[in-house]
Structure formats: C-alpha cells, structure tokens
C-alpha cells in the first residue's frame, strides 16, 4: 500500500498488523523501483506530469530492512519483481547475520500481476522465486491477486499452487530454515571472478595463435 511520511514522500509498502494492539506495526518499504510506474528517472517528469500518471515517483526504502517475526520465525517480505534481484535479497540475509541482527528464516513475496493479463509473466515470476529460495535455502511464500499465489520449498520446488486467475487460498505448514548459503556469503563475486577469468583467459590464447 501507498505510505505518505509528508506531503511529497511515499513509498510502496508492506504494513503488518499485529493482533496485540500495544504492539507497533511492522512496515517494509519497497527498494529497487521500477522506472516511470514508481519513480521518474532525471529529465522526465515533463513525461509523467502529461500523462497525468498518479503516485509515479515513490521514495526508495533502505537497502537492508528487518523482517518481522510470526511464532518466533523471521519473515522478510520483497515487493512484486524485487525478488528478480537474488543478490539485494542475499545482502538482507548476510548483512543482518553480519550485524547480529534477526536473519529471515522464510521470504514472503507480494505481487500484483494484474498488469500482465494471461501473459508468460505468471509463470516466469514462480521461476525467478524458486531461483531465490534455492540460492537462500529459505522457503518462499507467494501471495498474489491473479498468480501465482504459492509455497516454494529451500530446494525450489512447487509445493503447494493455486489456479492462475481464480480466487482461492492455501493452507499449508511451512518450515523455517536458518544458516547462511554459499550464495548468501559471497553472493554474486564468485561468477563474475569466473567470467572474468574466461574472458581474460580467451583474450591471451587469441593473442598466442
């Protein structure tokens, strides 16, 4: 939901309710924005103010944000197509383990995909959260308004799907899973040290022949 902290700052935020009502909300706000639908990139905003677009320029929440806890587990939750990002999500889990603070034990993430129709949208949103769980070890929870609403087990299988487009809900227990990956640790530098190595690698045989 939209969260205003004055009149020209909002942003795209998640809000948890706790039952207790001396008990503080939870809020995550959304980090890696999408161009012109939440924020208008340098020398646009002509673009925006003509076609009247409302809520077009949300403010970025902090790269690394708490989860909040349900029963004594760790949830943190990433907005839409946030979770296509697997090294910003790496950096939530390492940089909270590295400062002592509570590390996830699940990944919640919310969606609307309206946007998208009957597209292959649907089904490569899943893909890219199965690929988030098994580079975490976590499991991750979908919710969604048309899907695709599911539970993704720490080794990126579907276990539990709701039918695309069709109202319904899943009851299920889930597992939480602490520990740091491989991924999590070192996240993305592995790769680029190995294509850098295969590139510097191919340039050096060429100049031998």
């Known amino acids: 939901m939209p969260v205003a902290d004055g009149q020209d700052h909002y942003t795209n935020s998640v809000i948890g309710i706790s039952p207790n009502p001396d008990k503080p909300f939870y809020r995550y706000d959304k980090h890696h924005l999408v161009p012109f639908g939440e924020f208008i990139p340098t020398g646009f905003r002509w673009f925006v103010d003509w076609m009247r677009i409302p809520l077009g320029d949300f403010a970025a929440g902090n790269e690394v944000q708490q989860p909040f806890a349900v029963n004594n587990v760790w949830i943190m939750p990433n907005i839409c197509y946030e979770d296509l990002f697997g090294e910003e999500i790496a950096r939530q889990l390492g940089e909270n383990e590295a400062e002592g603070k509570p590390v996830a034990n699940l990944l919640l993430n919310v969606s609307n995909l309206a946007w998208y129709g009957e597209s292959s949208a649907i089904p490569q949103h899943l893909q ?72 510097l690698l191919g340039w050096w045989l060429g100049r031998k022949k």
């Open 128 to 199: 890219i959260s199965r690929a988030r769980a098994l580079e975490t070890g976590r499991t991750m929870l979908r919710s969604t308004n048309t899907g695709a609403t599911a539970i993704i087990s720490p080794k990126g299988k579907v276990l539990h799907l709701l039918a695309f487009d069709q109202q319904g809900v899943i009851s299920a227990k889930v597992q939480g899973y602490s520990g740091i990956t491989p991924y999590v640790r070192y996240r993305n530098l592995p790769f680029l040290f190995l294509a850098s190595g295969t590139l």
